[in-house]
């Protein structure tokens, strides 16, 4: 049964009216009622076009409903759709589907620390040839009922995947000290010679901060102050985290806060959110497809 004639359904066999349904599968009524004035026996062109609605609005509100008509265009066609980006926008205006919105401006937490920064090594450029070549990270704020909470993350420049992520209601050295040392743990503890990129603030120019990385192996990349595009790759995470998901959410307390926003990272960013930088893939997909291609390529070079 299509999304339409379930909507009718519901008003014949249960007395649900057209507006209450609508609302509650996220659809517009303008839509509904198009649908309605059908002729009796749909086109092949109209029946597929009501299935195809269908699969975009299931791919819609799996994505939280954040999805814009480019990453609902490749999830249709991982299904086997045929059909174009321009298409998927129109069926999505149609049927009152946006995804995400502009985000808030957000509050500046650079405060430059008095210690030496280190060189800038990235220059803007936010891409990597392999994993483990490229991190970077950064902080941003959350509001809850308690008060605020802190989010600092370290990622992947090669898949985009968050490797690390720390939460707490302060932001000093051993918040980011704390998400460094997860990211190296998800990477199996050898991550010698990785380049790490950050703003220049206080907490990663800190000695604490600056010997963790000694330890690891970790070599320190900093942008100059008051420039966001120095660490454009960062900011990017923080309008998704933000407008996909903390803005659509209110958290009584730090501890729900911290719950809900580590499941969103690991289970629906790392898994299962496309990412144009990874291909139209999820950062974790993303890896194991490169890593399985580059394993096949040893193989057939050992084997030759």
């Known amino acids: 049964m299509t999304v ?48 195809l ?31 174009s980006q321009n298409t998927v926008a129109e069926l999505m205006a149609e049927l009152g589907l946006q995804g995400r919105k502009p985000p808030r401006r957000r509050r500046n937490l650079t405060r430059q620390g008095k210690r030496k920064a280190a060189r800038d090594l990235v220059l803007r450029r936010f891409d990597a040839i392999a994993p483990d070549v490229l991190w970077w990270g950064d902080m941003t704020e959350i509001e809850t009922g308690e008060g605020k909470l802190y989010l600092a993350s370290v990622h992947d420049a090669f898949s985009r995947q968050v490797l690390g992520y720390a939460m707490g209601p302060r ?52 942008g100059r102050v008051g420039s966001a595009l120095d660490n454009a790759a960062a900011e990017s995470f923080h309008s998704s985290v933000k407008v996909e998901y903390v803005h659509r959410h209110r958290f009584a307390t730090r501890a729900e806060a911290r719950l809900k926003i580590a499941t969103w990272i690991t289970d629906f960013f790392n898994r299962r959110r496309r990412h144009s930088a990874a291909g139209g893939q999820p950062p974790v997909e993303f890896e194991r497809i490169i890593n399985q291609k580059r394993a096949e390529a040893r193989s057939r070079t050992q084997a030759a």
């Open 171 to 222: 932001h000093d050295a051993s918040l980011v000290s704390a998400s460094l040392q997860m990211a190296a743990a998800t990477r199996g503890g050898t991550v010698n010679g990785v380049i790490f990129h950050s703003d220049r603030g206080s907490e990663y120019t800190s000695e604490a901060y600056n010997n963790l990385c000694d330890r690891l192996g970790v070599v320190q990349s900093m």
């Open 4 to 51: 339409a004639g379930f909507i009718a359904g519901r008003r014949t066999g249960h007395q649900v009216p057209h507006t209450v349904a609508c609302r509650a599968l996220g659809v517009s009524e303008s839509w509904f009622y198009k649908w309605r004035r059908r002729p009796e026996q749909p086109t092949k062109r109209e029946v597929r076009r009501a299935a």
């Open 53 to 83: 609605a269908e699969r975009i609005t299931h791919f819609f509100n799996a994505s939280g409903r954040t999805y814009g008509s480019p990453r609902v265009t490749l999830d249709l066609w991982a299904e086997g759709w045929q059909v």
